[in-house]
Structures are given as structure tokens and as C-alpha cells.
């Protein structure tokens, strides 16, 4: 479902970009299908974001597919087509690890745009600008990204699509902040020399994004080592208000960094639309891998199929005076398996 969405608003939008101004937001804000109302008014508000919302999006199904590429679950769900038919309806560690990348990849989007001057309302973090590192003996300079922005804007989009107030809501909210969370961490301080030839004489810092790839491996760790919570309500009446870790000793809420899920996965094996799962069926394997992407483990014991191919390249290329390159054709004989 926010797939679909931002997917839309990605490929539509980067189109319609030009006529935004044209056609005024109000139009094209309501033409984006799944808006929550707060989302909506977001759009309206600041169409420049939107677009940078939009790859931050695009960035995170990348990512989240890169680090899934040898899953049974490949990071998509059922109805990739649809508005609704999109989101993982089981609220599965998968599930948690989705709403983890994107919400990280909307801030690191947006931090980013702020860092190029992209965005009309932020910039370069320069609070710090000027100041001196006592301990170290180097000097804040340069421009600092300003990822307080970044992450408040993906707050402030992102979340405001939780507007069901149940035990998913709470699981939702955790995992994006706990994917923000996590690309905060990762910012790395970057220095320069100055000073004659590069002495170093003096040193300039400032704070810059790290790869959003480095985030994706630290969220796939935390896939791994993800907890299962269980709703807590403050009177017997009343909505779900906090989460606890499942099968704890007393109270123990999960850590801000954990990722944290309500229900356990379905196998991914078959397609089932209840579960949003596609199945393994037609997926590549590999056939000599004992560990990640095996056919084994792949296929659920249904086997599969072999399809031989040939590669065909120019090789031991001689050069003739003159002037004329003659190579051989060489060749090489290629398995791929696909799963029953
Ligand atoms: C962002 O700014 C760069 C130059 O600073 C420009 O080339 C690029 O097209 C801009 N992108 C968007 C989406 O506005
Ligand atoms: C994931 O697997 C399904 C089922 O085999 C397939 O239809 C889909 O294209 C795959 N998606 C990606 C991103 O590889
Ligand atoms: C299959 O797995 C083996 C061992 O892990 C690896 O060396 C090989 O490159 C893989 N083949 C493909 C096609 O991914």
C-alpha cells in the first residue's frame, strides 16, 4: 500500500513536475490515491517536499530489495498494483523492516535535498559553524548536514499515515522511529586540511550522511534480531497505549533501536493474498549455494528447473598494423534454476 503510493507519487510526479506550478497543488495532491488528510495537507503545503518524499520512498524499496534479494520474502507484497492491496497485512518482522527503510530513507531524502539546497525551508546545518572542538583542535565548518530536519519532516509525513488507533499503529510508529533513529547514528563527522601544502595546521569538520546502504545492512542485523511485543492498555477499556516485549519477565518495553513486531511471519512459500505473500514460484535460485538463495531453502522442497544458456563474448582481441582488431569468439556454458 505506501509502496503503491509512493511509487506513485515517484513516477507520476517527477512527470507532472512542471505542472505543478501550472495546475496548482490542490489539484495534484488530491489525485494521489491513500493520502491520510495530514498527508494530504503536507502535500499541499510544500509540493518540493513531496518529490523529495517521493525518492526518499523509492530509496528505501531499492534498499529494502537489495537486502532481501536472496529472501523467500523479496520485498514485495501482493497487489503491487492497487492502492490498498499493498501493505503486509501481518504485522511480521517483514512488515517492521518496511516501515523501518522508509522511514529512514524519507529523512536521509530529505537531508540530503537540505544539504544541495534543494528544499526552500532548510539548508545546511550550521548552528555549529565557527565553533572550535576544544578536545580535538579542529573547527566546525564546511556544510554540516542537517539531519534534525530531515528526520522531524519524516516524522511529520510518514507517521501521519497512522491514523488507526490499534496495536499496528504502535508497532508502525516504533519501527519508523527506530529506523531514523539508526541513520542518525550513522552520520560520520568528514574533515579537511588546510594549511600550507596540507600541513594540517588547521583541520575544518562537518557532519555528513552516511551510504544509505550502510543503514540497510545495520536495519537487516536488526530484522535479525528483531522482538516481539505485545500491546499494553492503560485500563481495560481503552486503546492500546505501549508495547512490551512478549514472554518477558515483568514490564520491559523494547529498546528505541529494536525492531519490533506483533505477529510471527507466514513462510513466504506460497502466494497467498490473507498474507500479502507472492510465493517463491518462478523465483531464481542458487543451485550450488548451501546458505542464502539456496534452491533448497528457496523453493520449500518443491524443487526446480534448470535453464541452460550461453554467454557469447569477444576475447583475445589483436590488434593489426595496420589498422584492424581481430578476436576470437569465446564462450561459456551458463545454468540459472528457477523454483517449481
Ligand atoms: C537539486 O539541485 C540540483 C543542483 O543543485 C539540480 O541539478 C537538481 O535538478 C535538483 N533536483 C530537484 C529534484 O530539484
Ligand atoms: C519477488 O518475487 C515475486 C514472486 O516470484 C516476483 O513476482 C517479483 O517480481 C519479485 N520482486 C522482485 C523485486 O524481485
Ligand atoms: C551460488 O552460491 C555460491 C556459493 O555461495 C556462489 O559462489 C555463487 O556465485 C552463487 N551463484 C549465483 C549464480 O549467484
Redesign the pocket.
Known amino acids: 500500500y505506501l509502496f503503491v503510493i509512493f511509487s506513485y507519487i515517484f513516477f507520476n510526479f517527477k512527470m507532472a513536475l512542471s505542472s505543478v506550478v501550472a495546475l496548482g497543488t490542490n489539484i495534484i495532491c488530491n489525485k494521489i490515491p491513500g493520502l491520510a488528510p495530514r498527508q494530504r495537507a503536507l502535500c499541499q503545503s510544500r509540493p518540493d517536499a513531496i518529490i523529495v518524499i517521493g525518492e526518499g520512498a523509492q530509496l528505501g524499496i531499492d534498499e529494502c ?1 537489495h537486502q532481501f534479494r536472496f529472501g523467500r520474502w ?3 507484497a501482493l497487489g503491487e498494483r492497487t492502492v490498498f492491496g499493498q501493505e503486509l497485512r501481518v504485522g511480521s518482522r517483514e512488515a517492521a523492516f518496511t516501515y523501518a527503510i522508509t522511514a529512514a530513507g524519507v529523512a536521509h531524502a530529505v537531508t540530503a535535498a537540505c544539504s544541495r539546497g534543494n528544499l526552500s525551508q532548510c539548508g545546511c546545518d550550521r548552528k555549529k559553524q565557527g565553533y572550535h572542538d576544544r578536545e580535538e583542535g579542529w573547527k566546525w565548518g564546511g556544510c554540516s548536514a542537517d539531519v534534525k530536519y530531515g528526520v522531524e519532516f519524516s516524522r511529520r509525513f510518514v507517521d501521519a499515515r497512522e491514523v488507526k488507533k490499534n496495536a499496528r499503529r504502535l508497532m508502525n510508529l516504533h519501527n519508523n522511529e527506530a529506523g531514523r533513529k539508526i541513520l542518525e547514528e550513522r552520520m560520520k563527522l568528514e574533515c579537511k586540511c588546510h594549511g600550507v601544502s596540507g600541513s594540517c595546521t588547521t583541520r575544518t569538520c562537518w557532519v555528513t550522511l552516511p551510504k544509505f546502504r550502510e543503514v540497510g545492512h545495520t536495519l537487516k542485523e536488526r530484522y535479525g534480531e528483531a522482538v516481539q511485543v505485545e500491546p499494553v492498555r492503560a485500563s481495560r477499556l481503552r486503546q492500546p497505549s505501549f508495547l512490551r516485549l512478549k514472554e518477558a519477565r515483568g514490564y520491559q518495553k523494547p529498546s528505541d533501536t529494536e525492531l519490533v513486531y506483533l505477529e510471527r511471519s507466514p513462510n513466504y512459500c506460497e502466494e497467498d493474498a490473507a498474507t500479502g505473500s ?6 531464481l535460485c542458487n543451485g550450488t549455494s548451501a546458505q542464502a538463495g539456496s534452491c533448497d531453502v528457496m523453493c520449500c522442497g518443491r524443487g526446480h528447473d534448470a535453464h541452460d544458456y550461453t554467454r557469447a563474448w569477444q576475447c583475445n582481441c589483436k590488434f593489426h598494423w595496420c589498422c584492424f582488431v581481430e578476436c576470437n569468439t569465446c564462450s561459456e556454458k551458463s545454468q540459472v534454476f528457477t523454483c517449481k
Do not use: A, K
Not at 507472492?278 to 523465483?283: F, S
Open positions: 530489495q523479496n520485498c514485495s507472492t510465493g517463491t514460484r518462478g523465483r
